[in-house]
Nanobody
Framework: QVQLVESGGGLVQPGGSLRLSCVAS????????MGWYRQTPGKQRELVAS???????NSADSVKGRFTISRDNAKNTVYLQMNSLKPEDTAVYFC???????????????WGQGTQVTVSS
């Protein structure tokens, strides 16, 4: 069984930084894209940034120049470095990954449980 476990959320002042981490574990054959989404109450979950196994990155315009996504394929881990945080970045951040399990030939989508990021003075 595959699990995604996030860490690194919390409360930070405007202009501050946080680093989120997400580790995938379980019966994993390979991992395709990994990414981060965020959601606020009453709104749809939105893409923050994603990265393929080859390092191709896609990110939302609202975070370009402030957030950096990276991954360590050897550790099945994806990171999100968030700098110059703004109150509007406040949300629950979810890790997402497309994973091929040992028992299955095709990739499935998996989600973490979410971690709260609050930007407030």
């Amino acid at each position: 069984q595959v699990q995604l476990v996030e860490s690194g959320g919390g409360l930070v002042q405007p202009g501050g930084s946080l680093r989120l981490s997400c580790v995938a574990s379980g019966s994993i054959r390979s991992i395709y894209a990994m990414g981060w989404y965020r959601q606020t109450p009453g709104k749809q979950r939105e893409l923050v940034a994603s990265i393929t196994s080859g390092g191709r990155i896609n990110s939302a315009d609202s975070v370009k120049g402030r957030f950096t996504i990276s991954r360590d394929n050897a550790k099945n881990t994806v990171y999100l470095q968030m700098n110059s945080l703004k109150p509007e970045d406040t949300a629950v951040y979810f890790c997402n990954a497309q994973i091929v399990e040992i028992i299955a030939p095709n990739p499935n989508e998996f989600w973490g449980q979410g971690t709260q990021v609050t930007v407030s003075s």
